[in-house]
């Protein structure tokens, strides 16, 4: 097989119109990829049935992972549960588990991790990404720390799925918006993690709760010499991310987009900034 690269979005139908700009956008502006998978639970298969096209699939969760039994919503957040694991999980813990679930079903040698609050804003040739000789892979060094008590937790629990001793903080944070992902490398976290616990992968997460499917990657990939090698740490994200403030008007949102640096492409505007899918639509895709 020659150099190849797919897509790959975890959704739901609460981002049902975030994954419908995502997805129009990628149509408009990125080439040089095999398939857009938009992975999704059984549950929401037909408000996403449209969404099917000649380079775009739908992927359900129950063609991934073993099947999960939905739980009633309890303080407003749906969970779901098996014989195998110990305590329920919900949709957060899922969405990740369906990457990497995703990422190991599907046959490109390299993917990008792109959530569905995304949306590209100038033309990206995945084609160069797919073919260079190591794979960028984004750090922030000494970011997790203990002003951080979240990432500190999920990259302490991310050293022990994998058989690790954590070293003493700061430690490297490699969580971002779009993150390049290589499958054998994955292939490999997957067997170190089972090795290490004793379980299946997922049910080793699962068990867990705590956890951060980039930080696992990360930390796996840097405790590797011979991964480490195959990677390129870079230090910005080719996404420009809108974290806090208020919401964006479409003068805003133009002046937002303008401070891109020349290697971005994308931009995430965080939906508890309440900006309007319309602005960015506009914005974005004119």
Known sequence: MGSSISLITPSYRGDLDSCRLLCDSIDRYVTGYDVHYLVIGDEDADVF??????????IVSSSLLPPLWSLPKWRGRRYWWAPQLRLPIYGWHLQQMRKIAMTLAQPSERVMCIDSDNCFCRPL???ATASTPKLAHYSAPGDVNRSRPSHVRWWQNAHRLLGLSAPALPGDDFISQMVLWERRTVVAMVKRIEAASGLGWWQALARIRHFSEYLIYGIFVANDAELAERHERVLQSPCLTYWQGPALDRAGLAAFVDGLRPDQTTIAIQSHTCTPIEVIREVALG
């Open 125 to 127: 040739d995945l084609s």
């Open 49 to 58: 049935a449209g969404f099917e096209g000649k380079r775009r699939r739908v």
